[in-house]
């Protein structure tokens, strides 16, 4: 190609006014071996665009595929919903358990006076039997 | 009933694409390692989304700004966590006698140089001279008009050629 229309296709270029035809056309020449003297400082420009072009994707990391995460996120979450409900079950039997004892011994202290009072109201009927027999022999 | 995809079909519909969007995360990442793990993440937030994806025209152009946007804000994230952006220093030009050794080192000084351009500017230029997109999908993936892309990547070319030029002063004259 002659050097003149490199020329003129370089000024378009570094005036952003090249279009992708044009591009190709230097992209072409730089790879090539016919590159003037005058053109050499350019050439690294081109050649890096090219390699860089090359490049690529490195593999998955393994712990990242995305086709296996949703899946453990759900089993994950799952263990964690049992975990936490198990958890809560055995301290909510535990509390009502501890509750219950609490109820029984109220419950037995209240027994208790209440027959302690029994006993000492129990104790007061037999003096009123007593009473009521020497009434009853009054009458009688 | 509700259409779901499969991972077979999704790996095919990112594959004309996934090599550009490891390549546009590491030339704003730069560290192969965090454009890797950028890229994933991508394709990620892609592979939530596998049932609206048949409804973009243009995947591609929709994947390209997902990965410019996600690096952007780990680039952002990065300067608040006072961690410096990762940015190499010119190497001074040194007179090599072996002219080919020369080519493939002045190969590699224009990857520095593009790392030293503006965010803006190294995307530009990526997207045109390395992918090789049009104008109005570059507009698409970088929500700018085409009048702005044409400024930014004159400059970034005009930045590239005259680096080139300081370098190699024994060719030119």
């Given at each position: 190609m002659e050097p003149m229309k490199i020329n003129q296709l370089l000024d378009k270029y570094f005036e952003a006014q090249t279009n992708t035809a044009e591009e190709a056309e230097l992209k072409a020449y730089f790879s090539?071996?016919?590159?003037a003297e005058e053109h050499l400082p350019y050439q690294p420009l081109f050649v890096h665009f090219a390699e860089q072009k090359k490049m690529e994707a490195p593999e998955w990391k393994p712990q990242r595929a995305g086709k296996v995460r949703p899946l453990y996120r759900w089993v994950s979450v799952a263990a964690a919903v049992v975990l936490v409900a198990g958890v809560s079950w055995q301290q909510y039997q535990s509390a009502r358990q501890q509750k219950a004892e609490i109820a029984y011994h109220q419950a037995k202290d209240a027994l208790n006076l209440l027959s302690a009072h029994f006993n000492n109201g129990a104790k007061e009927m037999q003096h009123l039997q007593s009473f009521e027999k020497a009434v009853n022999k009054i009458f009688e | 009933m509700e259409i779901t995809m499969r991972p077979n079909e999704f790996t095919e519909l990112i594959h004309p694409f996934k090599d550009k969007v490891f390549r546009l995360a590491k030339r704003l990442l730069i560290s192969t390692e965090e454009a890797q793990d950028a890229a994933q993440d991508v394709m990620m937030k892609l592979w939530t989304k596998k049932d609206q994806?048949?409804?973009?025209?243009?995947l591609e152009a929709f994947a390209m700004t997902v990965t410019k946007n996600h690096c952007l804000d780990r680039l952002k994230s990065k300067q608040a966590s006072q961690l410096s952006l990762v940015h190499s220093n010119f190497t001074e030009p040194h007179v090599s006698l072996d002219r080919q050794l020369e080519a493939e080192d002045a190969v590699s000084h224009v990857e520095k140089m593009m790392q030293n351009l503006p965010g803006q500017q190294r995307m530009i230029v990526q997207l045109r001279?390395?992918?090789?997109?049009e104008y109005d999908e570059i507009a698409q993936m970088l929500d700018m008009n085409e009048t702005a892309i044409r400024v930014a990547l004159s400059r970034a070319r005009k930045t590239l050629r005259d680096e080139l030029i300081k370098k190699t002063p024994l060719w030119n004259l």
């Amino acid at each position: 190609m002659e050097p003149m229309k490199i020329n003129q296709l370089l000024d378009k270029y570094f005036e952003a006014q090249t279009n992708t035809a044009e591009e190709a056309e230097l992209k072409a020449y730089f790879s090539g071996q016919k590159v003037a003297e005058e053109h050499l400082p350019y050439q690294p420009l081109f050649v890096h665009f090219a390699e860089q072009k090359k490049m690529e994707a490195p593999e998955w990391k393994p712990q990242r595929a995305g086709k296996v995460r949703p899946l453990y996120r759900w089993v994950s979450v799952a263990a964690a919903v049992v975990l936490v409900a198990g958890v809560s079950w055995q301290q909510y039997q535990s509390a009502r358990q501890q509750k219950a004892e609490i109820a029984y011994h109220q419950a037995k202290d209240a027994l208790n006076l209440l027959s302690a009072h029994f006993n000492n109201g129990a104790k007061e009927m037999q003096h009123l039997q007593s009473f009521e027999k020497a009434v009853n022999k009054i009458f009688e | 009933m509700e259409i779901t995809m499969r991972p077979n079909e999704f790996t095919e519909l990112i594959h004309p694409f996934k090599d550009k969007v490891f390549r546009l995360a590491k030339r704003l990442l730069i560290s192969t390692e965090e454009a890797q793990d950028a890229a994933q993440d991508v394709m990620m937030k892609l592979w939530t989304k596998k049932d609206q994806l048949v409804q973009y025209d243009n995947l591609e152009a929709f994947a390209m700004t997902v990965t410019k946007n996600h690096c952007l804000d780990r680039l952002k994230s990065k300067q608040a966590s006072q961690l410096s952006l990762v940015h190499s220093n010119f190497t001074e030009p040194h007179v090599s006698l072996d002219r080919q050794l020369e080519a493939e080192d002045a190969v590699s000084h224009v990857e520095k140089m593009m790392q030293n351009l503006p965010g803006q500017q190294r995307m530009i230029v990526q997207l045109r001279d390395v992918e090789g997109y049009e104008y109005d999908e570059i507009a698409q993936m970088l929500d700018m008009n085409e009048t702005a892309i044409r400024v930014a990547l004159s400059r970034a070319r005009k930045t590239l050629r005259d680096e080139l030029i300081k370098k190699t002063p024994l060719w030119n004259l």
